[in-house]
């Protein structure tokens, strides 16, 4: 019984490999004559502008075919053939994230949602951030929590940014539940992109464990707001009740719901407020100018009057600070689209059913496209226009992050009360690292001299 219980586990192995070496040379007999160039060499780890991608652009061109994920694949750096295909979604190329990849986002989520489950989800993340825009208390809010934080700070020599940069954007460790939430989430961030194999231990197996940990925390929380809300008729009208109130939602979408904001609202918008601080640490001409404009602006207002959308609007310099980041910063590297149909793209083909590639870092460092590239440089947002092809920080075509405009400004409400009450300088070798997602390793350590009184 033994020996034939081994001898089917073989021959399923056996299939298994026979299975990947067909998938993964079958593509070299295509009938597309006119494929990009490039080699079908076994999947490699890098997604980044690194060693793989320039090795791979100097031999083959900013367009060349690839074999990813267990799939062939057209691997852009090209800024025309990215912004196509970011314009052409639902209708030339559909988001086709790898299978692993759903089972830690989960079904329900926006991220990998396609067609008109993609179009509705959408809606709502629309609906929701003009109704947050809406509330007269939103600003405040920012405000408020963003003085909190830096006070906090007033007695301490040194910081860990990356965990305050999460209490700005109210997921800082001050209760039992937040602590849980945030353990679980870098754990779901570290597996997101991993081998995905479901073994005991691995990766992959953790986050999968985690985004379920997440998900009845997250159930457990919405239903006591629930209780509270009928118990008491005043309510927060925070992003969590707004959410709550949609009745186009099921309630696995809800939750699904708030683990995308999570990714979306919270972890990216925190790593972009990190990386601005890491990289003003480094241009001591770009933090002077912008502490001017801060100051200016402060000077026209009361001494503890809340800042408002007139103020965000006259923030220029800072906001050309934080594009610069996104820019430099590549905090979103590329995404995952597959081709509906045969397509033409100048002088190469895209097969039906290959997954495509586009690589927004590459065209954010490209040299021809932006002058000293691997400087960072925020008085070139004075002449360059921050919605062109070249610029794609959020996605875009209908897959361009919803709430863009709101993590931008809570980084720069942030940015006003930094810069005019602290110096900080950064730990030496304290970098970000593009691997296997942005992140400063130490937490991005910061030595700070507070200004408060």
Known sequence: ??????????????????????????????????????????????????????????????????????????????????????????????????????????????????????????NVALSL?????????FLDDID????????????KRQVIFCEEARKVLGLGPDDVQARE?????????????????????????????ARSRISSTVRAIM??????????????????????????????????????????????????MAMVVHFLGQSPSALQEMKEEHQEIRGMKQKDEYLNWEDFKKMNFTQNVVNEALRFGNIVKFVHRKALKDIKFKDYSIPCGWKVLPIFSAV??????????????????????????????FGGGSRCCPGSELA??????????LVQNFRWSTNDGDHPIAYPYIEFHKGLVLDVESKLV
């Open 1 to 122: 019984m033994a020996a034939g219980v081994c001898f089917l586990i073989l021959v399923g192995l056996a299939v298994l490999a026979l299975g990947l070496i067909m998938n993964h040379y079958l593509p070299l007999f295509s009938k597309h004559s006119l494929l990009p160039r490039g080699t079908f060499g076994w999947p490699h780890p890098s997604n980044s502008v690194g060693h793989f991608l320039q090795d791979h652009c100097s031999r083959y061109g900013r367009v060349f075919k690839s074999h990813l994920f267990f799939s062939p694949t057209v691997v852009s750096c090209d800024q025309e053939l990215n912004y196509f295909i970011l314009q052409n979604e639902d209708k030339l190329f559909q988001c086709s994230y790898p299978k692993p990849i759903h089972g830690i986002l989960g079904n329900k989520s926006m991220l990998v949602a396609v067609g008109d489950t993609h179009k509705r989800l959408r």
């Open 129 to 137: 951030v003009n109704t947050i825009k809406a509330n007269p208390d």
């Open 144 to 155: 408020t929590t963003a003085i909190q934080v830096l006070c906090s700070w007033k007695d």
């Open 181 to 209: 939430i945030l353990k679980d989430f870098l754990t779901f961030m570290r597996g997101l992109i991993s081998l995905p194999l479901y073994i005991p231990g691995t990766p992959y197996a953790r986050a999968v464990k």
């Open 223 to 272: 239903q006591e707001r629930r209780r509270v809300s009928v118990e008491n008729s005043k309510k927060k009208n925070d992003f969590l009740d707004t959410l709550l109130r949609v009745d186009t939602l099921s309630e696995d979408e809800k939750v699904s719901f708030a683990l995308d904001s999570l990714l979306g609202g919270y972890e990216t918008t925190s790593l972009l």
């Open 364 to 393: 954010h460092l490209d040299p021809s496209l932006h002058a000293n590239a691997l400087q960072f440089h925020p008085r070139r947002w004075e002449t360059q226009d921050q919605a062109c092809k070249k610029f794609t920080p």
């Open 408 to 417: 931008k400004v809570e980084v720069a409400f942030f940015l006003h009360h």
